[in-house]
């Protein structure tokens, strides 16, 4: 019988967080139990053969005076849950009969680590927002630094993230295991190539919003596309910048090129990828956030589309300058302008750095990170919880 392990999330089926599915699906040695608190309201739609299980208190407790004071003073039992919450948390584990619980982001963590006090060896997987934006709040960060010891391994998807971490009490039961993506799906056809008379496609995928630096991808585009007729841009995703991009986009002398598909599933991505030759991502740091790996980096660079990206974050772990793609400065649109110009201008780079882009990406498939997160997982098993 295998080893039953709750994978837990403040809110399901978030689509840019599909990655979080797949790892279920990959799963060989464990049997995934989802967990949370909140279903997403575009949620992507959940496998039937995942089991789902939700927490019946709020994931964040109600506010009080007490609570309010306590985080102005920086007190970390301000973000940590409330004994009605610890209590939903440990019923919920032992109902469904977990032998080790897979914490996904270190907001989640937190109440988890706190309710079960080291009697289920707990797991963190943490990410991007969740390790710098919200770092920024001091009673989160002393929470952080508080349960860091006694997690009973620390997982982080890139190594800016553990360098991040480091200072706060980092233990040596700690990996870095990026998300990756499915070979399988983004992989199977073969390199693409780009044919006279059909359009040269920049392709983006990603939420719609300032830290992903889509209105700068657009003026990139816009500076190259009138010298070049052939060259198009296109956006996925969504998000609170997509009325501004597309209002942008209206008013740009190249809007014919500009094709905006909103929210769509992971087979039109991946089809879309099959279609493009070149992929962007503008990441920036605003109010503190940095990339934590970019999952549709993997994606892009399986589908053989070479990466033009901002050198921040986990981005860095990935994107080899010269090699399966170009890095420039975060808000530098000057040069990811000309590097674009360069792909679009020389189609036998362009198809080199995808082979090697495709090549990177196989080091990145997502079975086999999951492999190595399994073996993480089973391992806590063994050993048994941390001892408080």
């Known amino acids: 019988m295998k080893p039953r392990v709750g994978v837990v999330v403040a809110e399901l089926g978030i689509p840019s967080e599909v990655w979080i599915l797949r790892q279920c699906l990959e799963f060989q040695e464990v049997e995934p139990v989802l967990l949370y608190w909140k279903m997403a309201e575009n949620a992507v739609e959940i496998p039937g053969g995942l089991e789902t299980r939700q927490f019946g208190t709020p994931f964040a407790p109600p506010a009080s005076l007490w609570r309010r004071a306590s985080r102005r003073l920086g007190f970390a039992s301000a973000v940590l849950p409330d004994e009605a919450q610890r209590r939903d948390i440990r019923h919920m584990i032992a109902k469904a009969g977990l032998d080790a619980v897979l914490c996904h982001f270190a907001w989640s963590g937190l109440p988890v680590s706190a309710a079960l006090g080291g009697s289920v060896p707990v797991v963190w997987q ?25 997690v009973d391994h620390l997982v982080t998807v890139g190594t800016f993230q553990r360098d991040l971490l480091a200072p706060l009490g980092l233990t040596e039961r700690s990996s870095v295991i990026p998300c990756g993506a499915p070979l399988a799906v983004f992989a199977r056809g073969p390199l693409p190539v780009h044919e006279a008379g059909r359009p040269f496609r920049f392709v983006s995928v990603g939420r719609l919003s300032p830290e992903k630096g889509v209105l700068e991808s657009l003026e990139a585009f816009e500076r190259i596309a009138p010298s070049r007729p052939d060259i198009e841009l296109v956006f996925i995703g969504d998000g609170p910048l997509r009325a501004t991009l597309q209002a942008a986009a209206a008013r740009s002398e190249v809007r014919d090129r500009v094709h905006l598909l909103g929210l769509q599933p992971p087979p039109v991505v991946a089809s879309t990828l099959r279609d493009g030759h070149a992929f962007l991502q503008h990441s920036r740091q605003v109010d503190g956030w940095v990339e934590g790996f970019g999952v549709t980096l993997t994606e892009a660079g ?23 793609g170009f890095l420039f400065e975060p808000g530098d649109v000057a040069t990811q302008a000309e590097l ?44 048994g919880p941390v001892r408080r």
């Open 126 to 150: 943490v990410h991007g927002r969740d390790v710098s934006t919200r770092m920024q709040d001091p009673a989160y960060r002393r929470a952080v630094a508080k349960a860091l010891p006694t």
């Open 302 to 324: 399986a589908s053989g589309l070479p990466l033009v990206a901002s050198r921040l974050g986990g981005i860095v772990d990935q994107v080899r300058h010269g090699e399966n």
């Open 340 to 383: 674009m110009a360069r792909l679009a201008d020389d189609e036998a780079l362009r198809r080199q750095m995808g082979a090697n882009a495709r090549r990177v990406a196989e080091t990145f498939d997502s079975r086999l990170m999951t492999g190595r997160l399994e073996q993480v997982l089973l391992e806590a098993i063994a050993r």
